[in-house]
């Protein structure tokens, strides 16, 4: 009696231990968490050191002259150290060739679309202060710049905007950031005047 209840016992483990050891082909491993991200309170300041234009900017923001343009003094590069991105404005002289500057804004767009889940755009329109232009939005994970933008007064000046971070793109966990530097963007556009 003592050995069927050893060998019962035996079978009984091992049958717990099969049981347990079973693959489950269902199991999800739990996504990548994030680190939280502490947004400044939005507080602006007029960048007014520039020879063609002038706009207001986040107060945690780093005017900084694009190293890779020494002789362009017009292009600028807004820093945002704690986001690890930066918004890059460059400025041309319009002289009878707008068309080829709306172009190249163009051609930049459709270097990001293959990565882009959509694309959304709107019209900058000031009367006032002669800036006119478009903003273009682009939604994905992959998507370098999420948002890009020109803008003109259609006989003199144009300028390119563009949003770039400093590390592989993964839009989706950085959906807070990207929606709180729109507003800062927005008010750039809307402050923007030409000098």
Known sequence: MKNKVSILLAILVIACIAISCERNNNYLPKPRGYFRIDLPEKAYVKVDTIEKYSFECPQHALITHDPYSPDEKNWVNIEMPQ??????????????????????????????????NGVHDSLIVNEEHHVYGLFIEMDGKGVATPMQFYLTDSTKNFVRGALYFNFLPNNDSM??????????????INTFEWK
């Open 175 to 188: 959906q807070p950031v990207i929606k709180y530097i729109r507003q800062d963007i927005d008010h750039m």
């Open 83 to 116: 986001f690890k991105g930066s918004i890059h404005l460059t400025h041309k002289h319009v002289n009878g060739n707008l068309g080829e500057y709306l172009e190249d804004v163009h051609t930049m767009v459709t270097k990001h679309l293959q990565k882009a």
